[in-house]
């Protein structure tokens, strides 16, 4: 069976300091993979999804950046944390397009900017 | 691109009764409606999903129904428990992209 994995699960970072979370996916091969933020509140806001290893879209502008660099590993990543930076982080993963592409969703990183 | 709407933001409801959430949606091309329930401090979780060759999908105590020509389609959760308690989301995907455009959620409280 397939499995998603994220850590930490929690963080706490000062303001200007880099970040770097990471995603992991078993049990599956060539998978979509997705990266959301969820601020306080509900909505979900798709930051990056990865269709193929070293393929990275971006769907926001930011100061995010992220990188597939195994065909499982999907990592999230800033040189200078901000305040508005904070959020609960949300991997994903998916297989195929179209009527295929259930998405599965890693446990979360609630990261707080001070 | 796609434009989800979700309504209500916030429903209680008494143990035992039903909760309806609905979603509306622009692109006519959409074919796939997945719901998520997230409960508090965890990740979304795929509960039921249809798509746009059925009209109606039901698993247990939970039904998803769909209206294209309305663009439009509907959670129902009958006979609720307390644990039904959550942020339900509705979400959609339009044709052959990969990505999913989420609705803004709904906080259901069941009240014992």
């Known amino acids: 069976s397939q499995t998603i994995h994220q850590w930490p699960a929690t963080l706490v970072q000062p303001v200007g300091s880099p970040l770097s979370l990471e995603c992991t996916v078993e049990?599956?091969?060539?998978?979509?993979l997705y990266w959301y933020r969820q601020a306080a509140g509900r909505g979900l806001q798709l930051l990056f999804y990865s269709v193929g290893i070293g393929q990275i879209s971006s769907e926001v502008p930011q100061n995010l950046s992220a990188s597939r660099p195994q065909d499982r590993q999907f990592i999230l990543s800033s040189k200078k944390l901000l305040l508005s930076d904070s959020g609960f982080y949300l991997c994903?993963?998916?297989?195929?397009?179209?009527?295929?592409?259930?998405?599965?969703f890693g446990p979360g990183t609630r990261l707080t900017v001070l | 691109g796609e434009n989800v709407e979700q309504h209500p933001s916030t429903l209680s409801v008494q143990e035992g009764d039903s909760a309806v959430i609905k979603c509306t949606y622009s692109d006519s091309a959409s074919n796939y409606f997945p719901w998520y329930k997230q409960e508090l401090g965890k990740g979304p979780q795929l509960i039921i999903d249809?798509?746009?060759?059925?009209g109606e999908k039901k698993d247990q105590r939970i039904a998803v129904t769909l209206n294209k020509t309305a663009k439009h389609f509907s959670l129902h959760i009958t006979e609720t428990q307390p644990e039904d308690s959550a942020v339900y989301f509705c979400a959609v995907l339009s044709g052959s992209a990969r990505q999913l455009t989420f609705g803004s959620g709904t906080q259901l409280t069941v009240l014992p």
């Open positions: 249809i798509r746009s060759n059925v």
């Open positions: 049990g599956t091969s060539n998978p979509n």
């Open positions: 994903a993963w998916s297989v195929g397009t179209g009527l295929k592409n259930e998405q599965f």
